[in-house]
């Protein structure tokens, strides 16, 4: 039987993460509030954050950026795409 828990992103009841996704205080965070639908959101979201603005994870600045921004995503107003980002068959 999996867990529910109340998402933050789709504002309803949802299937939850089998284990923290993320280190420390804010996994433990997203564990307890982030379905496993709204994790593969985030999931598009930071891989879209990482082309476009040419991250490389292994690098402690852009981790950092990419937390912040996951912060953002789903514990604040959201996360922007890059101004100059065009949708996938927009452009």
């Known amino acids: 039987m999996s867990r529910t828990v109340q998402c933050v992103v789709l504002k309803r009841e949802a299937p939850g993460l089998d284990r923290?996704?993320?280190?420390?205080?804010?996994?433990?965070?997203?564990?307890?509030?982030?379905?496993?639908?709204?994790?593969?959101?985030?999931?598009?979201?930071?891989?879209?954050l990482i082309n476009e603005y040419r991250l490389s994870p292994v690098e402690p600045k852009s981790r950092k950026f990419l937390e912040g921004e996951m912060e953002k995503f789903f514990f604040g107003a959201g996360s922007e795409k890059p101004a100059e980002y065009v949708e996938p068959g927009k452009g």
């Open 20 to 48: 923290p996704p993320y280190p420390g205080p804010l996994g433990q965070r997203i564990f307890e509030h982030v379905s496993k639908e709204a994790w593969e959101r985030w999931r598009a979201h930071q891989t879209m």
